[in-house]
């Protein structure tokens, strides 16, 4: 399956149309391919129907098959441990600035809006003919209203890297240059277009698509988009942060609020409800099995928890990157997890492991039934001596991490271990750390989250491909959002506010909160809000910009980071008195937390700079703090 491939060229405007997904998403069809012209663009109704489906190809997404899941390794949830060449590092030693931001997007953001800009520009002129004219009369209006909400979209994506920017609401022409040499809008006037944008269109947007359109934007989807516009702005990047104060345009006009504005934490409250007040999501739920009914939203086409997505091929490319390496897994495994992340899950119970009376052991081992613990549903799986720290934690646990001892559907059995301790040299069964390089994850803990336990990796050509969506917002958000609001506007949780975070927490088979005296103050529920968005959108790209608009990246991704002791010496193995090569020797050092990099975080990284390139052309321009 080919994606939709559209080449705007600034000077001259030539589009290349690539062939669409043969899927039952029928409005990514398009002509076959071939180099066209911007007249041809604009003079065929098939050529502008396929402008539209680049567009939607253009949705920044999430899964791990590209840069935007590499995220997931430059903040507290993993390390990339395929080593140096890889973007996380940059952002984990700080060597990164204004040249050299692989995450930056601020040209290819304004790329984008500008695509969208000619679509609104030249649709209602694109020629149409015989009984095609009473279908589009009504459709194209719709066009317009998703095309606005995805020109919004990308308009996000540069609000939440870089705060303030330019708005252009129309295409310019290379000999019109001058016109886009222009200041950035401070960040209430960015926000108030993006949220007033996405107001408007909810009410010319419908609230679903019959199966050919599924994927398109909503009502839901606009007014979501508002709802997490809301919340950045309210939050302390965003609203007050004094650290900003000398970020001025040349008239001296002020890009960052300083006056903190607890009122924006009611904007965002309202935005919010007004998603949930629509009545059209609803959580995924399995009964009896909190894993799987967590676990499928991410293995699974769902279309009623996500209210946005980005429609993405059949694939086992997400196996691929994410399973275990060697053995019958067949897996990349590139990303390590952290002992960071692993400690954020709480107990079932809803206690944080280091509370008293949690019940959470560090030491000793269990054995026992996970019901859902192996990938399906309706099964359980039979754990031996695995570590009391995997012990009755948040089901999300199960779902989302590969840990010592814990088991995996391969080759349709569910009763596969998986071994991450380091035992047997190089030609070991273990799928832990052999060499000084190579994938296997030297944390101790791999990603089980997206992995689809249907699809057989020994049975290339037989086995079918992994089906799901690409979650850019999904309920559990909106929920989050308003339990986040409303307890910062309330100065502390309302009844309201618990009710939201427990919908979330329901779901996975957690208990709702208060739990503890802490989670009825605001501090305390702030906490623990955050950690709900920490655990309930681990590799969902979520963590990376949620520690910067908390203004929490100097605290959780600055100094060491941390897993199990998945790659031991040889004196340490030795030291044990056993086989330096045998199982028991390498358990016997693993269980110990070490240092897995020193990572650095400073106040700069809270924003994206510029690109430096951008600042030469546009001289308006003005700098982020820092850089």
């Known amino acids: 399956m080919k994606r939709i491939k559209l080449l705007y060229k600034i000077a001259g405007l030539a589009v290349l149309l690539g062939t669409a997904l043969p899927s039952c998403k029928k409005f990514l069809d398009v002509v076959p391919s071939e180099l066209v012209t911007e007249d041809q663009v604009w003079g065929n109704i098939n050529n502008a129907n396929g402008a539209l489906a680049n567009l939607y190809s253009l949705i920044p997404g999430n899964l791990p098959d590209g840069w ?37 997007t601020w040209t290819e953001s304004y790329q984008n809006i500008r695509k969208a800009n000619l679509f609104l ?73 993006i949220v007033s944008e996405c107001q408007e269109i909810a009410e010319q947007l419908p609230t679903g698509y019959d199966n050919a359109n599924m994927g398109r934007a909503t009502k839901g989807a606009a007014l979501a988009l508002a709802s997490r516009t809301l919340s950045y702005a309210a939050s302390p990047l965003f609203n007050g942060n004094t650290l900003y104060a000398n ?56 279309w009623t928890e996500l209210i946005f997505v980005k429609v993405i091929a059949n694939s086992k490319s997400i196996e691929n990157e994410l399973l275990p390496y060697g053995g019958e897994f067949g897996g990349w495994g590139k990303y390590s997890v952290l002992q960071e992340l692993v400690d954020a899950y709480e107990m079932k119970n809803g206690y944080p492991i280091n509370y008293n009376g949690s019940g959470y052991q560090e030491t000793g081992f269990w054995s026992g039934d996970i019901y859902g613990g192996g990938g399906y549903t309706g099964q359980s799986v039979h754990v031996d001596n695995i570590s009391n720290m995997y012990k009755d934690r948040d089901p999300r646990f ?25 035992w047997g040299a190089n030609g070991g069964t ?23 336990p249907a699809v057989d990796m020994n049975n290339y050509w037989g086995s079918p491909d992994a089906q799901r969506n690409d979650p850019v917002i999904r309920l559990s958000e909106i929920y989050l959002n308003y339990a986040e609001a409303l307890n910062e506007y309330n100065e502390g949780p309302t009844p309201e506010a618990f009710a939201a975070i427990n919908m979330v927490r329901n779901r996975a088979g957690m208990p709702n909160l208060p739990i503890i005296p802490e989670d009825n103050t605001k501090e305390g ?30 605290k959780v991704d600055n100094g060491p980071v941390h897993g199990l002791n998945a790659r031991p010496t040889t004196a340490e193995l030795q030291a044990t008195g056993l086989d330096v090569n045998s199982k028991e020797a390498g358990l016997a050092v693993y269980y110990k937390r070490v240092t897995i990099q020193n990572r650095v975080f400073l106040p700069q990284h809270y924003l994206f700079p510029i690109p430096q390139t951008e600042l030469d052309v546009n001289k308006e321009l003005v700098q982020n703090y820092g850089w």
């Open 68 to 104: 935007t899941f590499d995220i997931t390794a430059a903040t507290d949830e993993s390390y990339h441990h395929w080593g140096a060449g890889f973007y996380p590092l940059y952002y984990n030693t700080g060597a990164w600035n204004a040249a050299n931001n692989p995450y930056g």
């Open 121 to 193: 520009e030249n649709i209602d002129k694109v020629p149409i003919t015989g009984d095609q004219q009473s279908y589009y009369q009504a459709v194209i209006p719709r066009y317009k209203a998703e095309v606005r909400f995805l020109r919004a979209l990308f308009y996000f994506d540069l609000f939440k890297k870089y705060g303030a920017a330019p708005i252009f609401t129309k295409s310019y022409k290379p000999a019109e240059g001058d016109a886009l040499r222009v200041p950035r809008a401070t960040v209430d006037e960015l926000v108030n277009y």
């Open 247 to 302: 970020v001025k345009n040349a008239d001296g006009t002020v890009l960052f609020n300083q006056t903190y504005d607890k009122n924006k934490w009611q904007k965002a409250a309202n935005a919010a409800k007004a998603v949930l007040d629509l009545n059209l999501y609803s959580l995924n739920k399995i009964a009896g099995d909190p894993i799987n009914s967590y676990a499928q939203v991410f293995n699974k086409r769902n």
């Open 398 to 422: 199960y779902a989302t991490i590969f840990f010592h001892g814990s088991k995996w559907a391969v080759a349709n059995t569910n009763n596969m271990p998986v071994w991450l301790a380091w």
């Open 430 to 452: 273990s799928q832990g750390w052999p060499k000084s390089t190579g994938t296997y994850p030297i944390s101790g803990y791999n990603v089980r989250k997206w992995i689809d």
């Open 525 to 554: 529920f702030r906490k623990r809000v955050q950690n709900e968005n920490r655990i309930e959108f681990a590799f969902e790209a979520h963590r990376f910009w949620d520690v910067r608009r908390w203004l929490i990246g100097e």
